[in-house]
């Protein structure tokens, strides 16, 4: 019977090994695919590569930067090491080596080792041999798979390091589809979140309500103990509470209690800065995310976690998220008080109007008109017995109409100016301006006509200004600014006189205020003491 030659064997024992360890590769990649849970793969994995490469014993740990943890391992026999599964990272160890070098490494034997310290470990574990390869996740060392042999036996095969670098690459490949899926549930969770948010703030409930689902939701996600939404009310250093939540036994701050900031905290410097911020203060991580309402920085969203558990990061940015329905949910609030106040001082003001109006008629044209009805009615009776005082009492009655004439047209002016009707904003507001007891420069750059709303609405901001001009600012001269871009009809009325006016309810800067946001836009008023008044309006102009 013929013998089989050294090289035949050699090369069937090669293509053996290389089947087996296909075989092997195969099956943990399986594993893989199927998203077998972290402890479940590792072990699986520890098992075949201790058997693919003859090893005694097998283990994958996980590197923190600090330490290094046992998450799976497999011995040959019952053999183990010590009690303690995490080690200090450090030394001279095949697990050192490895993640110093972010490459595969190899120790053949004791006298590869570069301390005494390190070689007495290994005689103390009984080890011969080792071979150790990186578990690389996003680009990082995540941890370490090893074989060993203990004393006695050979060293691995030359190479073998480098096969056991694949079964690494499957064992991060599983890592990182574990940490995908855990991404993917934690958002999938903040997105389930965020809508149950977003509903109760479409359907209009209380923002406290509101805020305390926000602060309840954002408490969960972030694994905080302690979350506050707070209020910048003008005073330094000092910020009052809408809500808060906590999850400690104690009871959190309640709405409307101050606090005080670490003035140069993440709070502190999310409302200087407007934007999102994390920082270490107190023992504690702190994230923050400006709460920006109706285009005014007015708070902040906070979450705190003990200083031993930072944020991962981005954590602030999607804080944002929670901060910007916070913040919606609060405007839409004060939108709708803001609505119910002005249509209730629209009511007033039409009531206002309509009895100034009744008045002004029964004390003016009114009067007149019956007067000229009595003249007419004695005229009339005393026509032929008296015809030269009948020619009187008609003249007299002619002169009345004339008055009573006079009278509506002077009311019907104060209601909306024929002028403006007839020839637009350029004529009315000159006509206007020529009335003032002081200079008016108007400076009018708009030729062409404005919609009739957008007209009224800029004449009545300059009327109303040089009205309240006349009677309060004791002023000497004032300019009237109009102008179009982007969109907007843009009135500026300016003063130089002493300043300090102020919108308050029924004066007649709220009216106009009322006036131009019913046509989508807005007043602002600019009046310190001392410095005169600039009233601005910036009026929607429709196609």
């Excluded at 005393?382 to 002619?398: G, I, K, N």
């Excluded at 009216?511 to 946001?517: F, H, N, S």
Aim: charge should be negative.
């Amino acid at each position: 019977m013929a013998s089989i030659s050294d090289p035949a064997r050699r090369e069937a024992d090669d293509l053996g090994r290389l089947l087996n360890e296909q075989a092997a590769l195969r099956r943990v990649a399986t594993l893989v695919a199927s998203g077998t849970a972290e402890t479940e793969l590792v072990s699986a994995v520890a098992s075949e590569i201790g058997r693919l490469l003859g090893a005694d014993t097998a283990a994958a740990l996980r590197f923190d930067g600090e330490t290094l943890q046992v998450i799976g391992d497999w011995f040959e026999d019952d053999r183990r090491f010590e009690a303690s599964r995490t080690y200090t990272y450090g030394g001279d160890t095949i697990s050192a080596r490895v993640i110093g070098a972010a490459a595969p490494a190899r120790i053949d034997s004791a006298d590869d080792l570069r301390s005494d310290f390190a070689r007495d470990r290994w005689a103390q574990l009984g080890i011969g041999a080792s071979l150790g390869a990186p578990i690389v996740v996003e680009g990082e060392v995540w941890g370490v798979v090893t074989v060993s042999r203990f004393a006695g036996n050979p060293p691995f095969d030359s190479g073998a390091e480098h096969r056991l670098a694949d079964f690494a690459g499957l064992v991060a490949q599983a890592i990182a589809n574990a940490e995908a899926r855990r991404e993917m549930a934690a958002l999938i969770e903040e997105q389930s979140a965020l809508r149950r948010i977003a509903t109760l703030v479409a359907g209009g409930r209380p923002p406290q309500e509101v805020l305390a689902e926000v602060t309840a939701q954002v408490g969960r996600l972030f694994d905080a103990h302690a979350v506050n939404i707070v209020e910048w009310q003008g005073v330094l250093d000092e910020v009052a509470v809408m809500c808060a939540w906590t999850a400690d036994p104690l009871p959190p701050p309640q709405a409307g209690d101050l606090l005080r900031p670490d003035p140069k905290g993440t709070i502190a410097s999310t409302l200087e800065t407007g934007h999102a911020q994390r920082s270490t203060e107190s023992d504690a991580w702190v994230i923050a995310a400006p709460l920006i309402i109706n285009g005014t920085l007015r708070g902040t969203l906070s979450v705190h976690r003990a200083a031993d558990h930072p944020f991962p990061n981005g954590a602030e940015a999607r804080l944002r998220s929670f901060a910007d329905l916070a913040a919606h949910s609060i405007s839409n609030d004060q939108a709708q008080e803001e609505l119910r106040a002005s249509r209730a001082r629209i009511v007033n003001a039409g009531d206002t109007a309509r009895q100034r109006l009744e008045r002004n008629l029964h004390d003016g044209a009114q009067q007149r008109l019956v007067s000229v009805s009595i003249s007419l009615r004695v005229a009339l009776a005393r026509l032929a017995a008296d015809p030269e005082q009948s020619r009187e009492l008609l003249t007299a009655a002619a002169d009345e109409l004339t008055h009573a004439l006079q009278d509506l047209r002077d009311l019907a002016r104060g209601l909306h100016p024929a002028i403006l009707s007839e020839h637009g904003l350029r004529p009315a507001l000159e006509a206007l301006t020529r009335r003032a007891p002081f200079p008016v420069t108007v400076d009018n750059e708009v030729a062409e006509r404005l919609p009739a709303p957008v007209e009224a609405a800029a004449y009545y901001v300059v009327a109303e200004s040089l009205t309240n001009v006349t009677k309060y600012a004791k002023a000497t001269a004032v300019t009237v600014g109009v102008r179009c871009s982007d969109g907007f009809a843009h009135v500026e009325v300016t003063d130089d006189g002493i300043g300090g006016a102020r919108v308050a309810e029924g004066s007649g800067i709220r009216g106009l205020a009322d006036r131009v946001e019913a046509l989508g836009g807005r007043l602002e008023l600019d009046s310190r003491p001392g410095h005169g008044t600039t009233v601005r309006a910036y009026i929607p102009v429709a196609d």
